[in-house]
């Protein structure tokens, strides 16, 4: 039976201010759910379904939400899961009593006889977690498979040996878990990219400027040292340093966002960063952000001294491109060269302005860092 997938929707509200963007019996009876028309199209379009096949889909699922959720409570300890099929509607509930099957074809499911069941697979899981540090390299991961019974452990392929001599070091029941060979490569999908949106504090956005080994530099008025930061697609850190006024400085360590050498060039691609050889005034300049996306003009001059509300910032490099709020902290490059992050300017991408950068290399500086 193929098991139905699940969709999660993540959205987003941003204020801005500067150039920062604030950021039973019951189970037939059961009411069907109200799902929103995006929703329902991303269905049609990722399941291959038409439009009343994704409204069925709906429905049936809502039903066999309350069904297991009626049988775990009537069975109790006997309830050993349940798997729906999206291709007939129906939900199969395995039981870890025969006892218990009555029950459950009458309440209008298939029932299964296992014999270990969801409770005891996940206690195996939960041993196997106690001692993942222990696992081989090769060892990918591991999950409850209720349809099939047993707990798979993914390897890379090759690596079989080292899940087994895991799986004995842990001390779990070998007999309920299955190792399998598996060309998957699991890395987290945050991958800390020049010019994407990151979140302070939950409340306001500004954009990645460039990524070093440990985290990724940005606009120091974007945060202040002890912020905490969110990507949009996963991954989270810190500020651990900040410097505005004065300069406008800022480094953010990162956990779970992988430091990559690419800037977004918000036309489907990235472009690739190689260094940090400082371009000459009146060179072309590319600037990526999180608002307007990719803009291009001209490095006008340097050592440009602003006054912002908040203080005076020096030695910042003047640009005839355009920003908007949100943009903040975004990349400059020239070439496949790391210029700067966005620190301020006037205007906006719809009747053109001027725009100001730190300089990245006083960054990389001031706390040692390396561009990855």
């Given at each position: 039976?193929?098991?139905?997938?699940?969709?999660?929707?993540?959205?987003?509200?941003?204020?801005?201010?500067?150039?920062?963007?604030?950021?039973?019996?019951?189970?037939?009876?059961?009411?069907?759910?109200?799902?929103?028309?995006?929703?329902?199209?991303?269905?049609?379009?990722?399941?291959?379904?038409?439009?009343?096949?994704?409204?069925?889909?709906?429905?049936?699922?809502?039903?066999?939400?309350?069904?297991?959720?009626?049988?775990?409570?009537?069975?109790?300890?006997?309830?050993?899961?349940?798997?729906?099929?999206?291709?007939?509607?129906?939900?199969?509930?395995?039981?870890?009593?025969?006892?218990?099957?009555?029950?459950?074809?009458?309440?209008?499911?298939?029932?299964?006889?296992?014999?270990?069941?969801?409770?005891?697979?996940?206690?195996?899981?939960?041993?196997?977690?106690?001692?993942?540090?222990?696992?081989?390299?090769?060892?990918?991961?591991?999950?409850?498979?209720?349809?099939?019974?047993?707990?798979?452990?993914?390897?890379?392929?090759?690596?079989?040996?080292a899940g087994k001599e895991f799986l004995a070091d842990a001390g779990v029941d070998k007999g309920a878990v299955k190792v399998k060979q598996s060309a998957e490569n699991p890395k987290t999908y945050a991958d800390i990219v020049g010019g994407n949106a990151f979140y302070i504090n939950g409340t306001s956005r500004c954009s990645i400027g460039f990524a070093v080994t440990t985290g990724f530099v940005t606009a120091g008025h974007c945060g202040s040292p002890g912020d905490s930061v969110s990507g949009a697609g996963g991954g989270s850190g810190s500020f651990s340093g900040s410097v505005?006024?004065?300069?406008?400085?800022?480094?953010?360590?990162?956990?779970?966002?992988?430091?990559?050498?690419?800037?977004?060039?918000?036309?489907?691609?990235?472009?690739?960063?190689?260094?940090?050889?400082?371009?000459?005034?009146?060179?072309?300049?590319?600037?990526?952000?999180?608002?307007?996306?990719?803009?291009?003009?001209?490095?006008?001059?340097?050592?440009?001294?602003?006054?912002?509300?908040?203080?005076?910032?020096?030695?910042?490099?003047?640009?005839?491109?355009?920003?908007?709020?949100?943009?903040?902290?975004?990349?400059?490059?020239?070439?496949?060269?790391?210029?700067?992050?966005?620190?301020?300017?006037?205007?906006?991408?719809?009747?053109?302005?001027?725009?100001?950068?730190?300089?990245?290399?006083?960054?990389?500086?001031?706390?040692?860092?390396?561009?990855?």
């Amino acid at each position: 039976m193929r098991k139905s997938p699940h969709f999660m929707a993540l959205g987003g509200i941003a204020l801005s201010a500067g150039l920062i963007a604030a950021a039973t019996t019951g189970a037939a009876a059961e009411p069907a759910p109200t799902v929103a028309p995006e929703q329902l199209q991303a269905m049609q379009r990722d399941l291959g379904l038409t439009a009343s096949e994704a409204e069925q889909l709906v429905k049936d699922e809502g039903r066999a939400r309350s069904l297991e959720n009626e049988l775990r409570d009537d069975l109790g300890a006997k309830f050993g899961g349940a798997v729906f099929d999206s291709d007939t509607g129906e939900l199969t509930v395995s039981v870890t009593d025969s006892d218990a099957v009555e029950t459950v074809e009458d309440a209008g499911a298939e029932a299964e006889v296992v014999t270990y069941g969801q409770d005891t697979l996940d206690e195996i899981v939960g041993d196997l977690n106690s001692s993942a540090k222990e696992a081989g390299s090769g060892v990918t991961g591991w999950y409850s498979d209720v349809e099939a019974d047993t707990v798979v452990m993914t390897v890379e392929k090759g690596a079989a040996a080292a899940g087994k001599e895991f799986l004995a070091d842990a001390g779990v029941d070998k007999g309920a878990v299955k190792v399998k060979q598996s060309a998957e490569n699991p890395k987290t999908y945050a991958d800390i990219v020049g010019g994407n949106a990151f979140y302070i504090n939950g409340t306001s956005r500004c954009s990645i400027g460039f990524a070093v080994t440990t985290g990724f530099v940005t606009a120091g008025h974007c945060g202040s040292p002890g912020d905490s930061v969110s990507g949009a697609g996963g991954g989270s850190g810190s500020f651990s340093g900040s410097v505005f006024p004065g300069r406008d400085m800022g480094y953010v360590t990162t956990s779970g966002w992988n430091p990559t050498s690419q800037v977004n060039n918000y036309s489907g691609g990235t472009v690739s960063v190689n260094g940090s050889s400082r371009a000459p005034v009146g060179s072309s300049i590319c600037r990526s952000g999180s608002t307007t996306g990719w803009h291009c003009g001209t490095i006008q001059a340097r050592n440009q001294t602003v006054r912002y509300p908040q203080g005076v910032v020096y030695g910042l490099t003047r640009t005839n491109v355009c920003a908007e709020p949100g943009d903040s902290g975004g990349s400059w490059v020239s070439g496949d060269q790391a210029q700067g992050v966005t620190s301020g300017g006037s205007g906006n991408c719809s009747s053109g302005g001027t725009t100001y950068y730190q300089e990245v290399n006083p960054i990389l500086d001031r706390w040692g860092l390396t561009l990855a």
